[in-house]
């Protein structure tokens, strides 16, 4: 058993550097069940019940059910157009030859490496002139440009990797292009698929700056910007603040749980591609 | 590429039906407005009237001189420290102490190392703005309690204080992510390079410096590039916490836009300094590609 | 079949970009609700759902977010449904900074409010530039509203495309303001303390009170803005109203690089360097700040008025109000205030009757006394018969304002000035404070400022 031993030391470092991360989640998660009286006897005093009303108050007065509703919408809208699309240019670039492909590939690599604020102030003036400016579109449009700039990349490097004698078998088959896309190297992609989805899901969930900016109207707010809105409202109150951020984590962290191999080979190992 | 042919019958013009719609969606929505910002950044406009004028340069030499926009940029740049180099090293050292060894219940650890991540920075902003809340938050209230009373600061109002607080939050995000890829590249490592190692006689610091880091490169771009964009882009946080305050204490390029183009009406200023904030982050980039490139040949 | 779905998506994405792409004003697609020109209202594009034709919904923005401020506006919206059938009020509650944020872009849409809250002063020039709000003279002269405040306060809701305080009037305002000095009854009595007549004696009291051990002013500075009342407070004593007046409109080619605002400046700064303001003030938000005074902590705050329903709600202290005091006692009061951001209305909109008759409301003798009940000061005035309860902080708040009027002594916001002058004093403010900079910096920093616009 000396290698249990051994191994002690390298517990204790894991465990300390964990407990820095989780430590103050674990904080603003006590705080989102207790009163404001509660919170007034220090931070490190405990609930006395677990008590929901500051996610009532948070959903309901707060408005959180309406963010909730604008973040489902526009995630789910970008992550499947973005996910679809993607794969459609990956199959194009890693598979497909057309003349000027690589200066395409190239164009398109680049909004990978734009930052939003370099897009956002055009942007706007843009869909305000075709009137999208405070609706959903003006949301998923950008994001879905943005990120199929990244599944470019993602799935041309699958698909330059999938096996040509399936590609070739196919085609004797009498497949077409399209079949044998989602015949063929459909199955084989899934597990790089799912990678895009959960990513596209953060990525979307998680913006802020163009959701700030282009979206106004109280209700078509995702949660992020409801959340930092909210904190204009209620910075004093602790708890709600608390119970609000719980639900804006709260879906991407379930997400995250189920799917964590994928997040981490996805954000590992897309930079390493790129 | 030879495996790349056209089947009998094939237009060689298929591929345009695959990529056109993201094609004209990315050109609408990223590649269009990129160059719209770069116009913009030669006009004075207010955004809400018609009268747009062309001033050339004027916004970038004012730019040059403005000591607010070179304050940002020089906080961006101090950011560097607290996004990319002390977690890089946190994540190199950790490595390195955990070794090549496989640990039961690794897979725990990284998933929970990795959660800032995936988290809105917002939230996370929301959690921080509470951590340093001098009155009613855990910080002081933590120091008070085990007697350092004299340590307790009004973190983020505080002029020398409220910077590296911003970045320590950085710190906070970003080092489990380096410490999970490095630790991911030292398992690609195979096992006979050290054992090789060991028989030459190659003691523990050896091994790091002449096998470990150069088989990490790899990650060492990518932590770099994905750390350092970071530091550059920091927006969020600064929004929720301080606006750029105390005084211009914590204010950062990506809020100075926001404010010059939204609230202030000063399109085209604003414009310009996005327009050099990109170009600083793709300048970044590709010379950290150009490096990774070389020194893999 | 999740494949179907996605197909259809894309293509109806596809058809209708590129549609909108070559012709982004006329385009009828498919695309149910689509904006038909910039200037004409348009449906909805945010609600699918289309309210039964005989009802009218107005949706209105405004920043009476504080928990007794908003309950006030509710009722007032209650009262104001009851009394028109058929008419729903759609609130939307900002807080100030998210109201200054995204009123200048919603204003432009087609779908923006119908009534809302603008911040006077350059922020009101921009969006009257912009051509966004409806001049509302008509409906003055229909509702006779410039008899409701004298015309000094009126001027205030008034700009032209290029200035303010004339021209057109853009909107009117439900609540008065002021910023005065709150103190703490319970300790004024334990210590016996005597309320100041002269800015000397305030500043005795300040030291008496740091000699009893306790905090003298209860201040939080993270947020920027609550600063620039506790300087400005102190300007106003040194200052006169014609300076003011010059300054906030930009006339006669005033500077702020001035001994009285150098010295305005000292003053605070030492303030902060005699420990006078609440522990770690900078690292304090202003809503904390209210919760620490609330709480019993600190003797004094320099705040609006728009916090006196705060104080007089959860807390078992006592608090009353004085105005700064001047230099002399025969000096002419003058004090930070105006009244609160007017109520305007969109130019676009479909309902502007109805928005006006809205408005009306909001400045009726009743709304004034729906205010008054919660503590908060109304601009309009209050019910013939209504009397407010001596003694209460309401009632010193009352009295103040008739000093105000009556001396002509309501000064102004001096962020108003231009529109980077909020942003630039939050930050030279927070310099001086924390003693980065000297009061000549200071006074120096904010005349670069104003010299540019």
């Not at chain 2, 009268?51 to 906080?75: E, K, M, V």
């Not at chain 3, 303001?277 to 709480?295: E, V």
Request: with cysteine.
């Amino acid at each position: 058993m000396r290698s249990w031993a051994r191994l002690i030391p390298n517990y204790f470092l894991l465990t300390l550097f964990l407990l820095v991360v989780i430590l103050p989640i674990l904080g603003i998660v006590l705080s989102a069940f207790k009163t404001n009286q509660e919170i007034a006897k220090g931070p490190f005093s405990l609930p006395a019940r677990l008590n929901f009303d500051n996610f009532v108050g948070a959903w309901v007065a707060g408005h959180f059910n309406n963010y909730f509703r604008s973040s489902v919408i526009v995630s789910t809208v970008t992550v499947a157009v973005s996910v679809f699309l993607s794969i459609l240019l990956g199959y194009a670039f890693g598979i497909l030859s057309f003349p000027g492909q690589n200066l395409i590939y190239a164009v398109l690599l680049i909004g990978f490496m734009v930052p939003f604020e370099a897009v956002v102030i055009p942007l706007y003036h843009f869909l305000n002139r075709l009137g999208l400016v405070n609706t959903y579109w003006a949301l998923i449009l950008p994001q879905i440009g943005q990120s199929i700039s990244f599944g470019t990349l993602w799935m041309t490097s699958f698909f330059r990797t999938a096996p040509q004698e399936l590609v070739d078998a196919s085609a004797m088959d009498g497949c077409n292009r399209w079949q044998t896309l989602w015949h063929v190297l459909w199955p084989l992609a899934k597990p790089a698929v799912l990678t895009l989805v959960v990513l596209f899901f953060m990525w979307t969930w998680n913006e802020f700056l163009l959701a700030l900016i282009m979206v106004q109207d109280d209700r078509l707010r995702t949660l992020p910007v409801g959340l930092a809105f909210f904190q204009g409202r209620y910075v004093a109150d602790i708890p709600r603040m608390a119970a609000g951020s719980i639900i804006v984590a709260g879906p991407i962290v379930l997400v995250y749980v189920l799917f964590q191999r994928y997040f981490i080979r996805g954000l590992l190992g897309g930079a390493i591609k790129g | 590429m030879n495996k790349k042919y056209h089947w009998p019958g094939e237009s060689r013009f298929l591929g345009y039906l695959y990529i056109l719609p993201g094609v004209v969606i990315y050109l609408l929505f990223v590649l269009y407005p990129v160059l719209e910002t770069v116009r913009t950044s030669f006009y004075r406009w207010d955004g809400f009237t018609v009268n747009r004028t062309f001033i050339g340069l004027q916004n970038y030499r004012q730019l040059l001189i403005d000591s607010q926009f070179l304050q940002a940029l020089s906080h961006n740049l101090i950011f560097i420290i607290f996004y990319s180099i002390i977690p890089i090293v946190l994540g190199i050292i950790l490595a390195s102490l955990l070794g090549r060894r496989r640990l039961p219940g690794m897979t725990f650890f990284r998933a929970g190392l990795f959660l800032p991540q995936v988290i809105s920075m917002v939230v996370v902003g929301v959690m921080w703005r509470w951590i340093f809340n001098p009155v009613f938050g855990p910080l002081n209230a933590f120091l008070k309690m085990v007697g350092l009373n004299s340590l307790a600061r009004p973190w983020l109002g505080d002029f020398n204080l409220a910077l590296p607080s911003v970045g320590i939050i950085g710190t906070w995000v970003m080092y489990g992510f380096c410490m999970v890829l490095f630790l991911a590249g030292m398992q690609r490592i195979p096992e006979d390079y050290y054992e090789a190692a060991e028989l030459d006689g190659a003691n523990e610091v050896q091994q790091l410096r002449y096998i470990t880091l150069p088989s990490l490169r790899p990650e060492f771009g990518v932590a770099l590039i994905t750390t350092i964009i970071a530091a550059l882009r920091v927006f969020d946080l600064v929004y929720v916490l301080t606006r750029g305050g105390p005084g211009d204490r914590t204010l950062v390029v990506a809020f100075l836009v926001y404010r010059a183009a939204f609230q202030q009406n000063r399109i085209g200023y604003a414009a310009a300094v996005a327009t050099v904030l990109t170009l600083i982050i793709l300048l970044i980039s590709f010379l950290i590609l150009r490096f990774q490139s070389r020194s893999e040949e | 079949m999740k494949k179907v779905a996605l197909q259809v998506l894309v293509l109806g994405l596809i058809v209708m970009l590129l549609l909108t792409a070559c012709a982004p004003a006329a385009t009828p697609t498919a695309e149910p609700t689509k904006a038909p020109e910039e200037a004409q209202p348009a449906p909805t594009q945010a609600e699918p759902a289309q309210p039964p034709a005989e009802t009218v919904t107005l949706v209105v923005w405004d920043q009476y977010a504080r928990d007794v401020e908003s309950e006030v506006m509710n009722q007032i919206n209650k009262e104001f449904e009851e009394a028109h059938p058929g008419v729903k009020i759609e609130r939307v509650v900002k807080s100030f900074d998210d109201l200054k944020t995204t009123i200048k872009l919603a204003l432009g849409q087609p779908d923006g409010p119908d009534v809302a809250q603008v911040n006077q002063g350059q922020d009101m020039v921009a969006i009257v530039a912009g051509d966004l709000l409806l001049p509302l003279d008509d409906y003055a002269t229909k509702y006779k509203w410039r008899e409701i405040f004298p015309e000094s306060l009126n001027s205030r809701n008034s700009a032209t495309a290029t200035g303010f305080g004339q021209g057109n009037l853009y909107g009117m305002s439900v609540t008065a303001e002021f910023v005065g000095v709150y103190y703490n009854k319970g300790m004024f009595e334990k210590y016996g303390w005597k309320l100041p007549t002269t800015f000397d004696e305030f500043t005795k009291l300040l030291a008496d009170i740091k000699a009893a051990g306790e905090t003298p002013i209860t201040f939080g500075d993270l947020d920027g803005w609550p600063g620039i009342h506790t300087f400005s407070s102190v300007q106003h004593v040194l200052v006169d109203v014609d300076y003011i007046n010059n300054f906030t409109y930009g006339l006669n080619n005033v500077s702020f690089d001035i001994p009285e605002n150098r010295e305005a400046a000292k003053i605070v700064q030492g303030w902060a360097k005699d420990g006078y303001f609440t522990d770690g003030f900078m690292g304090i938000g202003y809503d904390d700040s209210l919760k620490i005074y609330k709480s019993g902590q600190g003797a004094l705050m320099i705040t609006g008025t728009w916090a006196a329903g705060e104080f007089v709600t959860d807390t078992d202290q006592k608090f009353g109000n004085f105005l700064m005091p001047q230099k002399t006692v025969d000096t002419p009061q003058l004090a930070i205030g105006g009244v609160g951001l007017p109520f305007c209305i969109r130019k676009g909109t479909k309902n502007a009757d109805l928005a006006a008759e809205y408005i009306n409301f909001l400045v009726s003798p009743r709304a004034a006394q729906l205010w008054a009940e919660k503590g908060m000061l109304p601009a309009a005035p209050l019910p013939a018969d209504y009397k407010v309860e001596e003694g209460t902080l309401l009632a010193d708040q009352v009295a103040a304002w008739g000093t105000l009027l009556k001396s002509n002594g309501i000064g102004h916001y001096i962020d108003w000035a231009t529109l980077t002058m909020y942003d630039t004093l939050n930050a030279e403010l927070q310099k001086l404070f924390a003693g980065e900079t000297t009061p000549e910096q200071f006074t120096a920093a904010i005349q670069a400022d104003y010299a540019k616009r």
